[in-house]
DNA sequence: CCATCCAGTAAACAACCGTTCTCTTAACTT
DNA sequence: AAGTTAAGAGAACGGTTGTTTACTGGATGG
């Protein structure tokens, strides 16, 4: 198998992911909906006219930049909760995981962080329903984990959003604190994600006491 | 005392808070980079070069938007937090105080969340400082507590940031609900939050116990 | 009462925008 | 080899943008 895949349609894909690169590099110091057509063309070096060969809107090009900047974290991410060792460590583990991914792919995150709140419907939208699928893997992993013995599915579906948000927050914080320039920032960063991840932990395994006082 | 302050002045400060009412109203479906100048003068009713009597930028008055939209939210949370009932009842009083806010000020909450990744440098750093702050009185307060017998003041900080981020994200995700007309999705964000919360406060708990495997 | 101040007006500016055409040219099909 | 397809070029369009200029007219303070 693996047709060649043809001259044409291969320029046409390489043109294409160029259009994306080139949004994402500009989308690191603006908002999607202040990008402009021809800014993209201008940095990737057709005309104006030809964008709409690839995409009709700014919008599709961002929905596609969802998929592209999700994906990777996506797969790492689902690798780490397939491993079987303690609750510390995987703690551990995927905190540098998130740090080296935001090392690796910073205009991924910057993208990810600024559009899921951001003014394009249509991507917030996209990022909404990726992230949704994401919380749905961590609860079936947590759920196959003995501390989950006797939850509720809501419970442990809240318990994995809890997760996700906060990965997602703890990525762009370490961006944040990288871009600032202050040396220890990102070393703070990292720490404190994962004392928070600790406590959470350390709340999963006392939930089912029931009785809290102040 | 209360000088009447001039009918200048006040003439001045009346159109200035139509210019941010314009702004923050416009805001609702786009981000502020994105934002004309002349959008928003158009709404008010004045002409474009008036705009540059009241700030200089676009920048300077999202600044001012983020003072405003922290300002209420920061009084009742402090309220919340001088209270002293048990953790329970402060987590259903938090969330509930937060879901009133929301419904109040959506515009505001829509504005901070929007913009706290956004693409206006001076505006992030606006929003950052003043959840800066925010954290700090939550600290604060934490530290007052019994619970907090023998903590560390960084480990104190920690718990702070979580319960901040955790608010700021439920305002979020309680808005988005809002909007999308989903009958009974509001409802589930609450419930969610407030085992969120608890799942916290047990952890919190239990911090000082060390010995944890999985 | 009169001179000063200043919030807002009106017009003009060059620069840029998204979109629509027609045309070219190279890769594909048969 | 001839005919078809489609990515990209290039120019033109009406419209909007931020900013600057000179101005008006009512509140302000001596």
Chains 1, 2 share one sequence.
Do not use: C, N
Not at 18 to 25: K, N, P, S, T, V
Not at 98 to 108: D, F, K, S
Not at 109 to 137: C, K, Y
Request: aromatic fraction near 4%; charge should be negative.
């Amino acid at each position: 198998m693996s047709h060649t895949l043809g001259v044409r349609q291969a320029q046409k894909q390489k043109t294409r992911q160029a259009l994306l690169d080139a949004a994402l590099g500009l989308l690191a110091e603006q908002s999607l909906s202040s990008l402009g057509l021809r800014e993209v063309t201008r940095v990737v070096g057709i005309a104006p006219a030809a964008f709409y060969r690839h995409f009709k809107d700014l919008g599709e090009l961002g929905v596609a930049l969802v998929e592209e900047a999700l994906g990777s974290l996506h797969v790492m991410v689902r690798a780490i909760l397939a491993e079987q060792d303690g609750a510390e460590e995987r703690i551990d583990r995927t905190v540098a995981v998130v740090e080296r991914h935001v090392r690796a792919y910073p205009l991924h995150i910057r993208f990810i962080a600024r559009e899921r709140h951001g003014g394009v419907r249509a991507v917030r939208q996209a990022i909404a329903d990726e992230l949704d699928r994401f919380a749905e893997e961590v609860a079936a992993a947590l759920k196959s984990q003995p501390v989950s013995e006797g939850w509720r599915d809501d419970d442990i579906r809240m318990l994995a959003e809890l997760y996700v948000d906060r990965l997602v927050t703890t990525a762009a914080a370490l961006l944040d604190a990288d871009e600032d320039g202050a040396p220890g920032a990102a070393d703070q960063v990292v720490l404190t994600a994962r004392r928070q991840l600790r406590l959470i932990s350390i709340g999963r395994q006392h939930w089912q006491e029931e009785g809290d006082l102040s």
